[in-house]
Every structure is written in C-alpha cells, then in structure tokens.
C-alpha cells in the first residue's frame, strides 16, 4: 500500500534549527511537496523535490533521497509564525498526492 | 491576485439536511480537487475534475457528489451529511493532472458543522 509517515509532534525554540521528517512508500514516484498549514488554514507550498539532494530556499530547505524513500524539511532561525503543522506529500505514478498526517511543530520562545 | 475562493468559510447544517459548499478559481488552472480534512488528520481526497472528466476516489462514500459546470466554478453537494462528516472542506487546483510538476494551490476551505 501507499503510505508517508512524519513525526506527530516536534517542539523547537525560537531562534533555533528544526528538521522534520518524512518517509514515504508509493506506487512510482513523481516528487514530494511540503506544505504549511496554520491551525483553520489552507495548505500553502514550501517546497517540491524530484532529484535527490538539498534545495534551499531562505530559511527553509527541503532533502530528497529517493532510493531511501525520504525526505526532510529543514527551518532555520525559527520564529513564532514558523508554529504550524507540516505536510508532506508524495506524488504516486499517476501524479495523484498521498498525504502525511503532518508534523504539528511548537516553537516556543 | 490569481487565487481559488471558497464560500462560505463557515457552514452549519442539520443532520441529513443537504448542503452545497462552493469553489472559484481565477487561475484557470484545468484540474480541481475536493478535500475532507479533519482535525491532526491528512486530506483525503474525495474526487477531481480534469476539465470536464470526474474522477471519484474508490472509498468516497454516495453522499458526496460534484459538479463542475466551467473552468472556473466547482460545487461540493452533500446530500445527507451525517455526524461524521463535520470536517475541512479544502479545494484546490492544478495547472495538469499529470506529466510534469503539478503543485496544488489551495483555497482557504469551508469549515462543516452538522448538528
């Protein structure tokens, strides 16, 4: 079966570096997105991987290993708006996303 | 701004009474989805449209249904919500349905509350 699995709780400080991770098993694979969600809020992008390796984009990175079947999220210099749930979401062979549960990450000052 | 609308944000219903939530979409992006979100949980995809085309997930229960009668509008009709079915309501779209990178774009969904 299809299946992604993330932490269901982290906690971090303000300030600090935070990686949330993400395994996923899926029929064929076709790159993995990272989303932000606030509490009542819609998914909003972060990120998408197709390639292994790192892509940075400011404070937020995003890791891909496929032959491992993982990724990570990385968030540096946290901030109290960076407390929110993260989604992460492989796409199957039929482009379809198959959705995390997500990570609810608490920063605390 | 190019965005996808949800209306309403809030909607409270009776227990088997039908309710109709509401997507528009300004990016004329091809594809639609409906989403059901509950609480700490992932969305789960009900069913989506590419153009006119239907595509219903194997475990969405009869209750639901959809129409998509342009490019720009899609509905979400719940014929007889139950208890069970309070939830997040999320629409998004998507430039393709397959071949190439397809990031969703995500409205601010409706809030369900059945008494």
């Known amino acids: 079966g299809q299946n992604i699995d993330q932490p269901t709780e982290m906690t971090a400080t303000e300030g600090a570096i935070v990686q949330i991770n993400c395994t996923y098993q899926t029929s064929g694979f076709n790159g993995l997105f990272w989303y932000q969600q606030h509490a009542g809020e819609a998914p909003t992008f972060l990120s998408y991987n197709v390639l292994d390796g790192l892509e940075e984009k400011g404070r937020f990175s995003s890791f891909l290993s496929r032959s491992k079947g993982y990724s990570y999220l990385l968030l540096k210099e946290l901030q109290m708006k960076d407390s929110a749930s993260y989604l992460c979401a492989a796409t199957d062979s039929n482009y379809q996303l198959i959705w995390g549960a997500g990570t609810k990450l608490i920063i605390k000052p | 701004d190019a965005m996808v609308i949800q209306n309403p944000r809030y909607q409270v219903t009776q227990f088997g009474k039908p309710v109709t939530l509401s997507c528009s979409q300004t990016l004329n992006h091809n594809v639609m989805y409906w989403y059901q979100q509950k609480s700490s949980q992932a969305p789960k995809l009900l069913f989506h449209?590419?153009?006119?085309?239907?595509?219903n997930e194997a475990d969405t229960p009869d209750n639901f249904q959809s129409r998509r009668p342009n490019t720009s509008f899609c509905f979400l009709d719940i014929r007889s919500p139950g208890l069970g079915d309070a939830a997040m309501y999320l629409c998004?779209?998507?430039?393709?349905?397959?071949?190439?990178?397809?990031?969703?774009?995500f409205g601010p969904g409706t809030r369900l509350t059945v008494l």
């Open positions: 998004a779209t998507s430039g393709t349905s397959g071949g190439s990178y397809n990031e969703q774009f």
């Open positions: 449209y590419y153009d006119k085309d239907f595509n």
